[in-house]
């Protein structure tokens, strides 16, 4: 795995790994988060999902949120990896690490760094379901584009 | 200009990537030619990068530039 912060990857995220890359002494605290890939979505039952990214403005993406994070909570040390290709259900798609000196900030930089990716980083997901598949077209999972 | 398409409206189009000698124009201006040219059902909520950046519909695209249609995205 590399030492970049910000990751997009196409075999298992190493999330020990990940959380290497923000340990550092004057971290009290590290939070991770981990999305995996969820079976049952309102009654429909996914066979497995595949992910597809634009890699270079991902990555770009991602180095912003992390200067968004800086910004907002000072001396955080933010780590991304999203996985592309085909997942498997409980399969990790995406993990982030984010340390701090006390807990709090490590905890709620954590959580925007989640909220952002589904807002702005280019990755989208196609569901495979029992009956048919769909890219998912936005992150209420209420608008699907059809093939 | 090189344009990269993902998600539905790479296998609407059935490619990745086009290579078009355009004349520099607004995003706006862009996406109408586009969707007059090729048959893809609707880019109403699809935003447009420039080299690897979000472009507004003002913003201009250059001949050499690569361009990205951007449906809403679905990370994480």
Same mark, same amino acid.
């Given at each position: ?19 290497d890359? %923000? ?13 995996? +890939? @969820? ?7 996914? +066979?497995f ?5 634009? %890699?270079?403005?991902a ?18 040390k933010?780590a ?5 290709? @085909?997942l498997?259900?409980s399969? +990790?798609? %995406?993990?982030? $690490? %984010? ?9 709620? $930089? ?7 990716? !589904?807002?702005? +980083?280019?990755?989208w ?21 059809? !093939? | ?12 189009l059935?490619?990745?990537?086009l ?21 893809i059902a609707q ?15 003002? #913003?201009?695209?250059?001949? #050499? #530039? ?11």
């Amino acid at each position: 795995m590399s030492n970049d912060l910000f990751t997009i990857v196409e075999q298992p995220i190493a999330i020990n790994e990940l959380i290497d890359k %923000v340990t550092r002494p004057e971290a009290g605290a590290i939070t991770t988060f981990i999305g995996t +890939v @969820r079976e049952w979505t309102k009654g429909k039952r996914t +066979v497995f999902l595949q992910y597809q990214a634009y %890699v270079p403005m991902a990555i770009k993406m991602f180095e912003q949120i992390g200067k968004e994070i800086d910004e907002i909570w000072p001396n955080t040390k933010v780590a991304i990896s999203h996985r592309i290709g @085909r997942l498997e259900i409980s399969d +990790v798609a %995406v993990a982030i $690490a %984010v340390s701090s000196p006390h807990r709090e900030a490590a905890y709620q $930089a954590n959580q925007y760094a989640i909220e952002r990716i !589904k807002q702005m +980083v280019p990755i989208w997901k196609k569901e495979h379901w029992e009956n048919g598949e769909t890219w998912i077209g936005d992150q209420l999972e209420q608008i699907s584009y059809q !093939k | 200009m090189k344009v990269l398409l993902f998600a539905h409206l790479q296998e609407q189009l059935g490619v990745s990537e086009l290579e078009l000698n355009w004349e520099s124009q607004t995003v706006e201006s862009f996406k109408k030619s586009f969707q007059h040219t090729y048959p893809i059902a609707q880019l109403d909520n699809v935003m447009v990068a420039i080299n690897e950046a979000f472009a507004l519909e003002q #913003d201009l695209i250059q001949k #050499d #530039d690569t361009v990205a249609f951007i449906p809403p995205v679905s990370g994480g």
